[in-house]
């Protein structure tokens, strides 16, 4: 069966500090990774989408790693700020899947001043 | 740009009652969907609409109806709610096929 899980289901830490949230998958044919940032009361927004052939991509100070042989995900964010706080979604498509990913439930993270 | 916007933000209903959340994006998408989102999990697609005129049901499509009234307006309607149908609804666009989707604020519906 398809799935995408998440850990840690939550996360809080200090302001300016650095965390990584990882993602496992076991999502076959793979396509994509993508990872989404979620305000609270707000819609998912995209960070990054990483094809098979990607190990690293950065937005900013979102950096997402993927390996594709161990169906892992990372997304590392550094100097974190308040305004990270929120949810961090790590989605998965597989081919010919008919328009459907296969979405994590999130890790909330909450920085503290 | 106001990239997707949706109608209501929140709803309270009967059960019973019916109701029709109205979604619509202004950068000219191919693609539009929609999902819910409930407590503990991951977004669920409910129904897309791959190009104007077509629609085809997701992963829990049961209950709904979608109707993609031209390329920029998808809606979803709810016949006869049930409780089961409280959730957060989300609606999103893609350019073309499953590609970065931009996602609505959401309407939060409650079903008493």
């Known amino acids: 069966k398809n799935q995408v899980e998440q850990s840690p289901q939550s996360l809080i830490i200090l302001e300016g500090k650095n965390c990584t949230l990882q993602c496992n998958y076991t999502v076959s044919p793979f396509s994509n990774l993508r990872w989404y940032k979620q305000d609270t009361g707000r819609g998912p927004v995209s960070l990054t989408i990483m094809t098979f052939s990607e190990n690293t991509k950065s937005n900013r100070r979102y950096t997402a790693t993927l390996d594709a042989d161990t169906k892992q995900s990372s997304l590392h964010i550094t100097a974190s700020q308040l305004s990270d706080s929120a949810s961090y979604i790590c989605?998965?498509?597989?081919?010919?899947?008919?328009?459907?990913?296969?979405w994590g439930a999130g890790t909330k993270l909450i920085i503290k001043p | 740009n106001a990239g997707v916007t949706q109608t209501p933000k929140f709803q309270v209903l009967k059960t019973g009652q019916s109701m029709t959340l109205q979604c619509a994006q202004d950068m000219n998408h191919n693609s539009m969907y929609w999902y819910r989102q409930d407590p503990g999990m991951g977004l669920r697609l409910i129904y897309y609409?791959?190009?104007?005129?077509?629609?085809d049901k997701g992963e829990v499509p049961n209950g709904y109806n979608v109707s993609r009234l031209n390329k920029r307006e998808f809606s979803l309607r709810l016949e006869s709610a049930a409780p089961s149908q409280t959730s957060v609804y989300f609606c999103a666009s893609s350019e073309q096929g499953v590609g970065k989707q931009y996602f609505g604020p959401g309407t939060r519906l409650t079903v008493t």
């Open positions: 609409s791959a190009s104007e005129g077509t629609t």
């Open positions: 989605v998965v498509s597989a081919k010919d899947s008919n328009y459907q990913l296969i």
